[in-house]
């Protein structure tokens, strides 16, 4: 027997709230040449065409549809007509589902050393022999054309965290030119996508401004891009709050860099779909385990003689097979099997997230759990 219980107004109220701030979650599936994406989805990160320590039917094992390669690392090295000539990244890396590759500007601003940003695209000394390059919208559509990627990025430039008003504008702007550019340079293929990236900062006219100039390129999806940058989560959250819903409802919507599961929780609740970060990756490598009872520090002394799982209910090998004993060890003593133990569990864990916000969305239920 159904008994219907009127909630008191203001219980009413908050319910009708929480629901009002799941109402912007959507799950969906993205159809690519390579294969299908659920999302919402969390890509990780392949830099120079691996996962660090998996290999690439491991990384198909935790659930992941797409992995990110990087433009930055894969044009130093093997050079992108290269990688071309020898089949693509696909083929070279032995990946047949969907990759993304980033545009490259981010990185050249975080890795190389010497660079001159102009209007015509940035040049940088690389960071492996100090030969001069330069990344141009076209140059940057181009490389990862040669790499074959599934979904292409527009060449951006991150504006960085504080920016004034009027130095986030002029970078707001600089991408829109970019975008123009890289949108003409893209080879347009059916199952093939290219995504714009919006900036603007914290300043939410400029954040529209940014949108309207690449909606009116029609891009295959849009990224939120100038996030993660050290703002902080609130103030992440705040320009989420409004810019997810300046993109177009029926394109995917990408939050570049993000992030730590509550980060993707709260982008998830305010309309993001996808999502890229390394932290499952390089913090796994340092020794840091994402479990259902929070992060393990697996190098803590107190784990060199417990003989439990990381999470007994995960069935990645490491957790399956190996205590937490034996990771410490391996981390301790700094053996390979280590890195790749802890990296493996990492990955199935964001990817079960995913997976249970995923349902949770889809059975319209509220998934505040951080767990
Ligand atoms: N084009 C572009 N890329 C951005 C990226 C790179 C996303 N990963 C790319 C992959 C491709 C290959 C490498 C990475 C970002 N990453 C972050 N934050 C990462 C923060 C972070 C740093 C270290 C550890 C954890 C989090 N903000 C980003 C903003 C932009 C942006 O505006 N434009
Ligand atoms: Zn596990």
Redesign the pocket.
């Known amino acids: 027997e159904v008994s219907i219980t009127k909630f008191p107004a203001d219980e009413r109220k908050i319910i009708a709230k929480a629901h009002d701030k799941y109402k912007k979650a959507r799950a969906g599936i993205i159809n690519t040449r390579h294969g299908q994406i659920h999302t919402p989805a969390f890509m990780p ?3 120079k065409g691996t996962v660090k320590a998996m290999l690439p039917e491991s990384v198909q094992t935790t659930g992941a549809d797409i992995i ?3 433009t930055y ?1 894969l044009m130093l090295q093997p050079g992108a007509k290269r990688v071309f000539k020898l089949g693509g990244l696909h083929k070279f890396m032995n990946w047949s589902k969907p990759l993304l ?3 490259g ?3 050249v601003m975080s890795l190389s050393k010497l660079r001159k940003i102009t209007e015509e695209g940035v040049i940088f000394n690389s960071h492996i022999d100090g030969s001069k390059f330069m990344l141009s919208p076209e140059s940057s559509t181009e490389i990862q054309y040669l790499l074959g990627s599934t979904i292409t ?1 527009a060449f ?1 430039e ?2 960085p965290y504080p920016s004034t008003y009027e130095q986030a504008k002029s970078s707001m702007e600089l991408t829109s030119r970019w975008a123009k550019r890289s949108r003409k340079a893209f080879y347009s293929r059916d199952g093939y996508g290219q995504f714009g ?1 919006i ?1 603007g900062s914290i300043y939410n006219d400029l954040r529209l401004k940014s949108a309207l100039d690449l909606i009116e390129l029609d891009f295959e999806g849009y ?1 939120i ?5 050290g703002e902080g989560q609130e103030l992440m959250f705040k320009v989420l709050d409004y810019a997810p819903d300046l993109l177009p409802i029926n394109k995917p919507r990408y939050l ?4 730590k599961p509550a980060d993707i929780i709260g982008a998830v609740q305010r309309g993001i779909d996808m999502f ?4 499952p990756t ?1 913090s796994g490598r340092n020794g840091q385990a994402f479990t259902k009872y929070g992060v393990v520090n697996i190098r803590n002394s107190k784990y060199k003689e417990d003989n439990t799982p990381l999470e007994e209910d995960c069935l990645c090998p490491a957790c399956k097979n190996y205590t937490k004993a034996y990771l410490h060890y391996l981390v301790k003593v700094k053996e390979i099997l280590g890195a790749m133990l802890m990296t493996w569990h990492n990955l199935m864990y964001f990817q079960k997230l995913m997976l249970r916000i995923r349902e949770y969305i889809a059975q319209g239920k509220d998934f505040d759990f951080i767990s």
């Open positions: 990160v392949g830099t990110l390669g990087n690392h590759t980033d545009s500007g981010f990185q990025m951006d991150c504006t990236i900036q990224a891009g100038g996030l993660a940058v570049m860099g993000v992030g890229d970060c390394v932290i390089r």
